[in-house]
């Protein structure tokens, strides 16, 4: 068993997206700050309505998936294959977009708090173009383990805790995701595996914890190195941190805004497709 050390500190930039939603975006805020497979992550909360009331209107994808992970509040996903989800508490929406999907996300609350987390995953060349997707799910749907010093939400992966094997609400993916919300306890101390050859994240979102005798910091992407395990010790208040997993794809990435492709050619064949009505044809 190898221990899995903190490697690189990515912290979260303040900037806006959609129609002016403040977020913090830690992988991704430029091309070369990415975590193959994963593209970008995105940190949303304030208790203030016009950091986030105007939403995220319609807009095109291509190439790529989107986990939305709704910590507190209210949003409605509507796309162009007649899909609708109620976002709240503890759910996730996990959509493909494959050839090319035009959806909106918008707040169904004009008050209070509203926190989460979007990921972008890439797809593989031989998958970018697969008919686009979408899933809901529940909070109920994520399995919740409780181990010794912790507790984990485990949205998506497979994981080996006490000799027995958890799986999450999303398996079977090429890139095979880990992503789990730990929960520890005031003081608490636990060791979690992680797949060896993934590249792998924490994002320390509440309280304080370490890795091993590295503190991590708050809401950035806690970049670690090769292993199979890790070992997370909380503060006097407890954690919440995100455990983020991956294998790696390896190839080239071309993106233009809402376009994630291999090749310059086919971002130019993307922007043909929307201009002409075709993206999602």
């Known amino acids: 068993m190898t221990e899995r050390t903190l490697?690189?500190?990515?912290?979260?930039?303040?900037?806006?997206?959609?129609a002016g939603v403040r977020i913090k975006r830690s992988l991704g805020q430029h091309p070369s700050v990415r975590l193959d497979p994963?593209?970008?992550?995105d940190e949303f909360g304030s208790a203030d309505a016009a950091d986030y009331i105007a939403g995220f209107p319609s807009h095109p994808h291509r190439g790529?998936?989107?986990v939305t992970y709704m910590i507190e509040g209210h949003m409605l996903h509507e796309d162009h294959l007649g899909n609708r989800g109620e976002l709240r508490n503890g759910g996730v929406q996990w959509m493909t977009a494959g050839r090319g999907i035009i959806h909106s996300e918008m707040p169904q609350q004009e008050?209070?708090?509203m926190r989460g987390f979007q990921l972008w995953l890439n797809l593989p060349a031989a998958e970018k173009m697969t008919d686009a997707g979408y899933r809901d799910i529940q909070p109920e749907d994520i399995p919740e383990i409780t181990v010794t010093g912790a507790r984990i939400k485990l949205i998506a992966g497979t994981m080996t805790l006490d000799g027995a094997s958890h799986q999450g609400a999303v398996v079977g993916r090429s890139t095979?995701?880990?992503?789990?919300?730990?929960?520890l306890d005031p003081d608490g101390q636990a060791t979690l595996p992680v797949p060896a050859g993934h590249n792998a994240m924490?994002?320390?979102?509440?309280?304080?914890?370490s890795l091993g005798e590295q503190a991590l910091r708050r809401s950035a992407a806690n970049v670690l190195g090769d292993g199979d395990?890790?070992?997370l010790s909380a503060g006097t208040n407890g954690a919440r941190l995100l455990l983020?997993?991956?294998?790696?794809?390896g190839e080239p990435v071309v993106q233009y805004g809402p376009f994630v492709m291999n090749t310059r050619e086919e971002i130019e064949q993307a922007l043909r497709d929307y201009q002409n009505g075709r993206l999602t044809a």
């Open 202 to 209: 924490l994002y320390l979102y509440e309280g304080d914890a």
């Open 38 to 41: 994963f593209l970008m992550l």
């Open 176 to 183: 095979d995701p880990l992503y789990a919300d730990l929960q």
């Open 7 to 18: 490697k690189q500190v990515i912290p979260g930039a303040e900037t806006s997206d959609g």
């Open 229 to 231: 395990r890790i070992t």
């Open 111 to 113: 008050e209070g708090v």
């Open 64 to 66: 790529f998936e989107t």
């Open 244 to 249: 983020i997993a991956g294998r790696p794809i």
